[in-house]
């Protein structure tokens, strides 16, 4: 599995854009970019994935570079209630068996007024 | 209906009891997972099931013992418990074992004493 590196933690003013980078300099070219963040007090929540492309949804934008090494997840207009631990995590694009999600550390955002 | 629930909330209890934990979905997800998250810690998987067979067992000791009796619940019975188990419980699904989009219920706080 790929190792990833996060900011342990980071600071955003609510209503500005939140970029949380991560590095995974080791992913392999069949594993996707999962994001998954957990809000105190709450189960992890999908927010979304990437293999190469940049994506976007309702919640998010997701950028990877085109050597694959780091993505960065975009919040476009973060509120309050976008305090919550941020995990990234590259996962196999297939592999027959079971999934197993390894949470890392991941990056403690806290969005202030 | 996207959401995972989980019965109770918070349990207390002592070494010599016998507990369950209680997890629902009605998504018709056919893959269920039990996680333990330590205080400040990342989520660390605890087992998966797949079409109602176990298919993952992270090495957990036998005083936790899954079962899922139907594709829709999934439960975690406890026995002599030590302290150091104290924890929150998550359990989580996803439309297959395969995918690593998993949705998350809020999990119950254990504590025992």
């Known amino acids: 599995d790929a190792k990833t590196t996060q900011p342990p933690s980071m600071d955003c003013a609510e209503g500005r854009a939140a970029n949380l980078p991560c590095n995974h300099s080791?992913?392999?070219?069949?594993?996707?970019v999962y994001w998954y963040r957990q809000i105190h007090s709450q189960g992890p929540q999908y927010i979304i994935h990437?293999?190469?492309n940049n994506e976007t949804n309702e919640m998010a934008s997701l950028i990877i570079t085109e050597d694959r090494k780091s993505s960065t997840l975009i919040l476009p207009h973060a509120t309050l209630r976008d305090t919550a631990v941020y995990y990234c995590i590259p996962r196999p694009v297939y592999t027959g068996t079971a999934s197993k999600l390894t949470f890392g550390t991941g990056t403690r955002l806290q969005v202030t007024l | 209906d996207t959401e995972v629930t989980q019965t109770p909330k918070h349990l207390v209890m002592g070494m010599t009891n016998k507990k369950s934990l209680k997890c629902e979905q009605h998504?018709?997800?056919?893959?269920m997972y039990w996680y333990k998250q330590k205080a400040k810690k990342p989520p660390e998987l605890m087992f998966v099931?797949?079409?109602?067979?176990?298919?993952i067992n992270e090495s957990v000791p036998s005083r936790f013992s899954p079962e899922c009796p139907n594709s829709s619940l999934l439960n975690l019975h406890l026995h002599a418990l030590q302290p150091e188990d104290s924890a929150l419980y998550l359990c989580a699904s996803s439309q297959e074992a395969v995918m690593y989009e998993q949705y998350f219920g809020p999990g119950t706080r254990l504590t025992v004493t």
């Open positions: 080791t992913i392999s070219g069949n594993e996707y």
């Open positions: 099931y797949s079409y109602e067979k176990l298919s």
């Open positions: 998504m018709g997800h056919r893959a």
């Open positions: 990437g293999l190469k």
